[in-house]
């Protein structure tokens, strides 16, 4: 009897299982089974498809979602940005507003000071 | 199967198991690399990676505004306002010539300047232009200009330039709040910032899917509106600026108070200066308030509160009148009066305050202790001071650098009967204690308002993020200063000391007989710090009030050293409170009788 390899391979494996079919007088035919089953080799293919596109469906949803935090960060400059404008129109307009201004604007140095008209003396 | 076809398959076995073995040595080694860069150098590489990739800071508060009333609006007095510097990597910029040119036609400035700086050797920064605007920066970033780069910086603007400038203070360039409301409500305006911790990518934008990404936003400050009516405070720095230039004052302090509420209306000192460039002061001491910071001896308006607590505790009517000798000799020292004061003579309390008569006050200070000046009379006199006018202590104005003054103990141990009588004699007419302004003001409102005393304070109220104002209610700390019928007595006796006043000639003390206006002038020795008095040096002071039917502002004015001709209480500070008076007056600041 043929030592038998303990370092089972793949190949041995099949070989091993073939030699199980091929006895004397014995139609190998007649004992394949009519059932279809996935061998170990389109299990582990499809298994590892099956992770990889879980893996892409996570990348895709992590991008996703990053873009959106892009998005956001996007739009929070553009409000700090427009927050900054808004300062700079209320300071000017604090500024043409303030007293130093209006005292010395035309129309202020055209007026002309007046005195209460009726001032009765304690 | 024949021998060949043995060998071929052994061979083919053999060299799929030597395969196989190279393939498991090799993951072996992957697994104990991976083992070891994973697991044992952990810390190292999350590290290394996270200095990279994690992004942690402080998210600044926006500092809160401060507004202030003009009649019935409120608007802003100091405003936030992003501003950017423009930096510069001298040895990444390529070409500094094309450089500066581009930058001075977008920010203006010196072209060689720019160069220059752009040329500095040795040094991998340099600060071309600071306080450049959003759009400015904007246009200079897209230039994309090697080695070029600017940051933003929040800055307190204040659109009207010096106005109420020592009432407000600054911010320095920690952020921390310095002088005035900035310092005292430092932390109310300033806010909490708030915290980002996340994992960014190449361009510093945070990851959203991060689970470790930690965002706090900041408390932004609370906004302010102040007590103050810009036109009138206005107004009250323009009267002062003048005075203090015509009467060669080094220094002009003046509060207007609403003596109903204890609320300041206006508080100005002269010389000031302008919070934007604050870093351009070459004298520190402009940045004090010192309507509320400078305590000084306040002379004859002191009289005011000597009568009033006399006034109050019975021991005179305000029509009593007594002989007065011209001179009392206390503790060995005479106390006397000025020479137009007309020498002895039987006198009034009408006539302590016209006249100004240190004798007239001394004998107030006498009738507490039962006819002379005694403990009874010390301590009764000090308790009206500290309990009843709060002088010797800070008002709790919202101020930084609120000085208490000094007012001496009735008692001092171990100098019993050592000229104590004298420095309480003194502090009966203004001498030997300290006082400011605002303790003045205050003082006087709850002596005219019949009694109550409120504390002088400068917010009116916060603003919330929807604009509404939550107004603060005055605070009552004393009802009781003295009772109505002094008040009322004292408002007659003040009000008859302007009449007098005018009568003899200060013309521009003719205010509408629908107005009620009275006051006492101050002029006051200054303590030389050798001891004793300073010769020919002295404070003019003014303590006053103006309303309608009844007083509704008081208004105290210090002025220091001035150069004029004649008392400095009558000819220097008397006409900037006559200025005052017909200011609020004629813009219709004091409603008058009737209405």
């Known amino acids: 009897m043929r030592k038998k390899n303990k370092n089972m391979t793949y190949s041995s494996s099949i070989a091993v299982n073939r030699q199980n079919y091929s006895r004397k007088n014995q139609n190998a035919v007649s004992f394949r089974s009519r059932e279809k089953v996935l061998g170990p080799v389109s299990n582990t293919i499809i298994l590892v498809v099956l992770a990889c596109l879980l893996g892409l469906l996570y990348l895709t949803q992590v991008t996703k979602t990053n873009s959106y935090g892009s998005k956001a960060y996007s739009l929070q400059q553009q409000q700090s940005k427009l927050q900054n404008q808004y300062n700079d129109l209320e300071v000017a307009s604090a500024q043409l507003q303030s007293l130093n201004n209006v005292q010395n604007s035309p129309v202020s140095k055209n007026l002309v000071p007046s005195t209460p008209s009726t001032t009765i003396n304690n | ?595």
């Open chain 2, 1 to 595: 199967m024949n021998n060949s076809d043995k060998r071929y398959d052994f061979k083919a076995v053999r060299n799929i198991n030597i395969i196989y073995w190279i393939m498991l040595v090799v993951m072996g080694i992957f697994m104990i690399r991976l083992f070891y860069v994973q697991v044992i150098k952990y810390d190292f590489y999350k590290k290394s990676a996270l200095s990279d990739q994690l992004q942690q800071s402080k998210i600044p508060a926006t500092r809160g505004l401060i507004e202030a009333h003009q009649g019935n609006q409120i608007i802003p007095v100091v405003l936030n306002q992003q501003l950017f510097t423009l930096y510069a990597d001298p040895s990444l910029v390529k070409n500094p010539q094309s450089a500066s040119e581009k930058l001075v036609s977008i920010m203006g400035g010196s072209y060689d300047d720019i160069l220059a700086k752009l040329k500095t050797p040795k040094t991998r920064y340099v600060v071309l232009a600071k306080k450049i605007s959003q759009d400015q920066s904007d246009k200079i970033i897209s230039l994309k200009i090697p080695g070029l780069g600017t940051v933003g910086q929040d800055y307190r603007v204040y659109p009207q330039q010096e106005l109420a400038s020592q009432i407000l203070g600054f911010v320095n360039n920690d952020g921390q709040g310095t002088y005035g409301i900035e310092q005292a409500l430092n932390d109310e305006l300033a806010g909490t910032p708030g915290y980002l911790k996340a994992i960014t990518d190449i361009n510093g934008v945070p990851l959203a899917a991060s689970k470790d990404n930690i965002e706090i936003a900041p408390t932004d400050g609370k906004n302010l509106v102040l007590t103050l009516d810009i036109a009138i405070q206005k107004q009250l720095e323009d009267i002062i600026k003048n005075a203090a230039v015509q009467e060669k004052s080094p220094l002009v302090s003046a509060v207007v108070m609403d003596v109903n509420s204890g609320a300041v209306k206006a508080m100005a000192n002269y010389p000031t200066y302008n919070p934007s460039n604050y870093f351009d002061v070459t004298n520190p001491g402009v940045f004090n308030n010192a309507a509320i910071s400078n305590a000084i001896e306040p002379g004859s308006i002191m009289k005011t509160l000597t009568a009033a607590a006399a006034l109050d505790q019975n021991v005179i009517q305000d029509n009593t009148t007594y002989n007065d000798p011209a001179h009392w000799i206390i503790d060995g020292f005479n106390i006397t009066n000025i020479e137009e004061d007309g020498g002895a003579g039987v006198k009034s309390v009408e006539d302590v305050l016209n006249l100004s008569l240190n004798t007239g006050a001394t004998w107030m200070l006498m009738q507490m202790g039962g006819g002379e000046v005694n403990q009874k009379a010390r301590q009764a006199w000090y308790g009206y001071m500290t309990n009843h006018f709060k002088l010797g202590s800070s008002t709790g104005i919202e101020q930084g650098y609120d000085s208490p003054g000094i007012v001496p103990k009735p008692n001092i141990p171990n100098q019993s009967g050592d000229q104590q009588d004298l420095n309480y004699a003194n502090t009966s007419f203004g001498q030997g204690l300290t006082v400011t302004a605002v303790q003045m003001a205050s003082a006087l409102s709850s002596i005219v308002n019949g009694g109550k005393y409120y504390r002088p304070y400068l917010t009116d109220g916060v603003i919330d993020a929807q604009g509404n104002v939550a107004y603060n209610k005055p605070k009552l700390i004393d009802s009781n200063v003295v009772s109505s019928k002094t008040s009322n007595s004292m408002v007659s006796l003040l009000q008859q000391v302007v009449t007098k006043h005018y009568q003899s000639g200060f013309s521009y003390l003719n205010f509408p007989s629908n107005y009620v206006v009275g006051g006492k002038t101050g002029t006051a020795q200054i303590a030389n710090p050798k001891g004793g008095y300073l010769e020919n040096e002295y404070n003019g002071t003014y303590l006053g009030f103006v309303g309608g039917d009844k007083p509704q502002y008081a208004i105290a004015i210090f002025v220091t050293t001035p150069t004029v001709n004649g008392y400095a209480g009558s000819y220097a500070a008397q006409p900037i409170f006559g200025s005052i008076v017909h200011m609020l007056i004629n813009e219709s600041f004091v409603s008058p009788k009737g209405s």
